[in-house]
Nanobody, 126 residues
């Protein structure tokens, strides 16, 4: 069992930055691929970014490419999402997720992830 806790969300003006963190419990964090998703009101949960267990591969949605960066620190059991040049359309609840198969079935789909955090709200004002 893996428990995930996101933090770092908040209210920021357009053009600003935030860094989200996702702290994981358990000693197997370093073997999991990790992903970030977001969900705006009335919309489906969508892929934002993902990283494999050893950080050898990262994936990013076109909508945030060049603005968001994913990273992880396996010694701290934490994955990060650095968000720069934020836009009002980035407003959503952001979720981190863990895939124990380390991306075997891809990392862009909600269904491949085994564990989810409770989410953290990001609001970008114009």
């Amino acid at each position: 069992q893996v428990q995930l806790v996101e933090s770092g969300g908040g209210l920021v003006q357009a053009g600003g930055s935030l860094r989200l963190s996702c702290a994981a419990s358990g000693r197997t964090f370093s073997t999991y691929a990790m992903g970030w998703f977001r969900q705006a009101p009335g919309k489906e949960r969508e892929f934002v970014s993902a990283i494999t267990s050893g950080s050898s591969s990262t994936y990013i949605a076109d909508s945030v490419k060049g603005r968001f960066t994913i990273s992880r620190d396996n010694a701290k059991n934490t994955v990060y999402l650095q968000m720069n040049s934020l836009k009002p359309e980035d407003t959503a609840v952001y979720y981190c997720a863990a895939d124990y198969q380390n991306g075997r079935w891809g990392l862009r789909h909600v269904s491949v992830y085994d564990y989810w955090g409770q989410g953290t709200q990001v609001t970008v004002s114009s």
